[in-house]
C-alpha cells in the first residue's frame, strides 16, 4: 500500500505542458524539453561568462579563483583526452568531450534543483549515443578507409556478430545511461512519496549525494569514456 501510495503521489512520467501542431502533427513541450532548455542556457551563460573573464583576464596578474577552475576544467578534458585518444588527435575532441561531459553531467545534477533529468528520457540519451555512433563511422571511414567496412566480414563466419556488435553500440551506450539515471529517478520519487513530509527535507540529502552527484557524475565520465574508446579504434589502421 505504501508504494503505491508513493506511486501515485509522484509522477514519474514526461508530463506534457504545452500543445502545438508542426507540419500537421500535434507535438507537446515536456518536462524534457523545459531540463534540456535550462540546461542548455545554463552551459551557454557560463561559456559566456567564462569567455569575458579570459578575454580579460591579466597575463601578469595571479588569476582569480572563476579563471582557476576554468583552467582546471580545460586542462583536465584535454589531459583526458589526450590520454585516451592519444596526443595526435586527442587535441581534436577535447571540445565535443568537454561539451558532452558538462551536458550530461548538469543533465543528471539538474534533478536536485526539482528537475526531471533530460537523461532519464531515452529520447535524450539514445540522440546522444546516435552522435558518437556517426562520430564512430566516420572517422572509420576517414582513417581505415574501405577497411572500415571490410573488417566486419574478418573472419567471414563471425561477421553477422561484427555486424550486430556495430548496431548494438549506440543501444548499449544509450540504455546504459539511461536506465541508471531512470532508476535514481524513480527511487528518489517513491522515497519521497514514502517519508512524512517533514522527513523529506533531511533524510533525502544522502540519497541525491549518491543518486544525482555519485552516480550522475560516474554516468557522465562512463559515457566519455566509451566514446573515446570507440572513436579512438578507427584511427588503428590510419
Known amino acids: 500500500m505504501g508504494l503505491l501510495r508513493a506511486s501515485q503521489e509522484v509522477d514519474f512520467g514526461i508530463t506534457g505542458y504545452q500543445e502545438y501542431t508542426l507540419f500537421g502533427h500535434e507535438l507537446y513541450l515536456t518536462t524534457t524539453h523545459i531540463s534540456i532548455i535550462v540546461v542548455m542556457l545554463a552551459l551557454i551563460i557560463f561559456a559566456l561568462v567564462a569567455n569575458r573573464v579570459i578575454k580579460k583576464a591579466d597575463p601578469n596578474k595571479v588569476p582569480g579563483t572563476f579563471l582557476n577552475i576554468i583552467e582546471y576544467i580545460v586542462e583536465a578534458i584535454d589531459n583526458l583526452t589526450v590520454a585516451n585518444m592519444g596526443s595526435k588527435h586527442g587535441h581534436k575532441f577535447s571540445n565535443y568531450i568537454g561539451t558532452l561531459f558538462m551536458f550530461i553531467l548538469l543533465s543528471n545534477l539538474s534533478g536536485l534543483f526539482g528537475l526531471r533529468p533530460p537523461t532519464a528520457d531515452y529520447g535524450t540519451t539514445l540522440a546522444l549515443a546516435l552522435i558518437t555512433f556517426a562520430m564512430i563511422h566516420y572517422n572509420g571511414f576517414k582513417y581505415q578507409k574501405a577497411s572500415h567496412v571490410t573488417n566486419l566480414f574478418k573472419p ?16 548499449s ?7 541508471n539515471i531512470l532508476s535514481g529517478t524513480v527511487l528518489t ?9 517533514l522527513l523529506t527535507l533531511v533524510w533525502p540529502g544522502a540519497l541525491h549525494a549518491y543518486l544525482d552527484v555519485f552516480s550522475g557524475t560516474i554516468q ?14 578507427t584511427f588503428e589502421e590510419e
Open 189 to 197: 520519487g517513491l522515497i519521497y512519496g514514502l517519508l512524512p513530509k
Open 156 to 171: 567471414l563466419l563471425l561477421s553477422p556478430i561484427n555486424i550486430i556488435g556495430e548496431i548494438a553500440t549506440p543501444l
Open 173 to 179: 551506450l544509450s540504455l546504459r545511461l539511461f536506465g
Open 220 to 233: 557522465a565520465y562512463v559515457f566519455c569514456m566509451l566514446t573515446m574508446v570507440f572513436v579512438s579504434n
